[in-house]
C-alpha cells in the first residue's frame, strides 16, 4: 500500500482556555501527533497532556456519523434531508404555537466564533428570538458582569505576557497546574523567578504548594475574604490615593462597608487565621507590580458576581489595573472558546460585542447589516429555558456542543425540562447524556476538523483550521447552522467562517480589525481591535477605564451567605472542579490514552472525615444531597480540608451534577457548583 508523506497543520487547541498553538501532524488522513507550536504566543513550546495526547476520540467506533430521528420512542439513522426538514418543520411549529420566544438555543464554546456567530444570527434573524445563550453562563457570567461594572469591558484586563511580569501573584479559585497548565507552568516560573505567591483556595491546590502564604476560606465566604484584605490594604495605608482620587469612584461607601470586615471578624466567617490575612494583604499590597489571577472559584457562587467586584476592588485600591503599578485582574477561562462564544452575541442580552439588546444604537447597527429587525427584549437564560420547558412554554431547544445533562447543576431537572420540550435538536460528536434525551441528533466536527477562530482566555483571536475531515456524514456546526436556515427558506450569508468574522466586525466595531487573513499573517490578535492597521489592546484601560465616565467603580456589596450550609443531615460541603487529564464532560478525553492517565472519578475527603464517617480509602461510597445521589470512589487526602469534599465532572456516569442544587448568581444565574450539602454513606 502506498502511503502519503506527513503534512502539518497549525491550529489551536480545542480543550482549556489558554489557546495553546499545536502542530497537528497527519498521515493518510489520520491524526499521528499532536505537538506544542514552538513559537506559540501563549505556550511557547508547551502543551498539556489534554491538548498532546487526547486526540483518540477522533477514530472513535462511537463518534456519530449521521443524523439520528426519534421514532417510535428511538433514534434511528436518516439522511440529512430528512433530518433537516424535520428540525425546520419542528421550529416553524413551535413559533405557530407559541410565537418566537417559544424557541432556544444554547452554544458553546465547543463551537468556533463564527459558528457562535452565525448560531445568534440563526436565531434573531430566522427566527426572532433573543433565546440564545452559552456555557460561560455556567462558569464565568460573573467575570462578565462583574468585570463589566467595575472597569467596562468583559475580558481580563492584562495578558499573560503582563501577568508574568509582575512581582506578586494572588491567585484565587483556581487550579491551573490540573486546569490550565500551561498558565501553571508560566505562573509557577515566574514565582521560581523570584514573585511572591498568594493562594487562596479552600483546596491545597498544586500551586499551594509553592505559596507564600496559602488561605483556604470556607467554600462561600469569598466576598468577606476580599473585604478582609480590602480592609488591611486601607487601615496599613497601602492604596494608591492618587489613583483613586483621579480614577476610582466609590472609595466613600467601600471605606463605610469594611469597617464590618476587620480581620478577626473575617477570620470567624471564612476559617482564615487573621495573620494569614494580614500576611496576605501585605505581599499583595507593597509589591510594585501584583496581577490577580483568578477561576470558577470566585464566579460558581450564589453571589458571584459581588466576588468578582470585590476581587477588583483590591486592584483598584492599589492602582494595579490600567497602570504599570500592576497587571490587573485576569479570569482563567475554563473552555477553550467560552471568551468568543460570548463576545459574539451569544447571550440573549447582548449583541456581538457587547451591545445591548436593549439599546436602539446597537440594535440599529445589527439591523443595518443583517436587514431585519432585531427583537428589544432580553431572551431566556440557560436555566429560564429549561424552566419555561417543564411549565410547557418553550417548545423547541437547540443545543450546539453542550451536553447539559451531565455538566448542568440539579441534571435530573434538566433531563425532566428535555423531556418536557416538544422539539429537542442536539448537534454532538458522541450520543451523549443530552443526545439520549434529544428528537433530532446531527452529527459534527470536532475542533480538529473545522475551519474558524477561538479566543482565548486573554482575549486573543488565534486560528483554528482543520487537520483531518471529519467523518463520514458529520458536518461542521457552521454548515449545519446555514442548512437548518435554507430549509427554513432563509438564506443567512456570509457562506464561509471569514466571512462570517468579517460581517461579525461590520455588526461589533470592537472586532473591526480582525480578519483571518490577518491572522494568517500575524498569529495571534487580542480584541478590542477596532482597526485593521493597528495591533488589538493586550493591555486594557492605560488611558481610560470604559466605564461612563472613564473610571473604576469600586464596589460594596457586603457578604451573604452560600446557598447551602452544612448541617446535621448534610454535614460535608462538596465542591466540584476539573483534574489535570479530562476535560468538562469527557466527551472527548475519556476516549482515548488519557483515561488510562485518570481511569475513574474519585470523591476526595480528609482523613478526619474518613474516620468520622468510618469510610476507607478506595471504598465505593453513595453521596446524597437535597438534589439527588451519585456513588464515587473514595480518595482519603490531605488536598481536601476538613468537612469538604471534591470530585470532578469528567465522569457523567457518576452523577455528580445530580447532586448540585439549583442555588445560582443573583445577578447571572451562574450555578453555585462549589457549594452543595451533602452526606455520604455506604453504597
Ligand atoms: Fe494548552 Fe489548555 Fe490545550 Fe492543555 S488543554 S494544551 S493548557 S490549551
Redesign the pocket.
Known sequence: ASHQAASLTRT?????????S?EVVTRDGEVTAVL?ARDGP??QG???????FAHGYLTSPERLTRPLLRRDGHLEPVGWDEALGHVARGLRAAVDAGGPDAVAAISSARATNEENYLVQKFMRVVIGTNNVDNCSRLCHSPSAAGLTASFGLSGGTDSLDDVERADCLLVVGANPVEA????GARLLRRVLHGAKLVVADPRAVGLALHADVHLRPRPGTNVALFHGLAHILLTEGLTDEEFLRDRATGLPELTELLDDYPPHRVADITGVPASDLIAAARLYGRARRPAIVYGLGVTEHLHGTDGVRSLANLAILRGAVGTDRGHGVNPLRGQ?NVQGASDMGALPDLLPGYGKVTDPAARSRAEAVWGVPVPEHPGLRIPDMFAAARAGDLRALWVIGEDVCATDPDANRVAQALDACPLVVCNELFLSETARHADVVLPVASWLEKDGTFV?FDRRFQRVRPAVPPPAEARTDFDVIHAAASAMGVDLGCPTPADALAECGRVAPVFAGLSHHRLDREGAIPWPCPNPDRPGEAKLYTERFATPDGRARLAAAPYLPPGEQPDDDYPLILVTGRRWAH?NSGSMTRRGGNLALDPVDFLDLHPDDAVRYDVQDGAQVTVESRHGRARLITRVSEQTAPGQVFCSFHFPASGVNRLTSDHADTVTSCPEYKVTAVRVAAP
Open positions: 489551536t487547541c480545542g480543550y482549556c482556555g489558554v489557546g495553546c499545536l506544542p501563549v505556550n508547551h502543551a498539556c497532556v489534554k491538548g498532546r490550565h497548565p500551561v498558565v477553550n482565548n476535560y
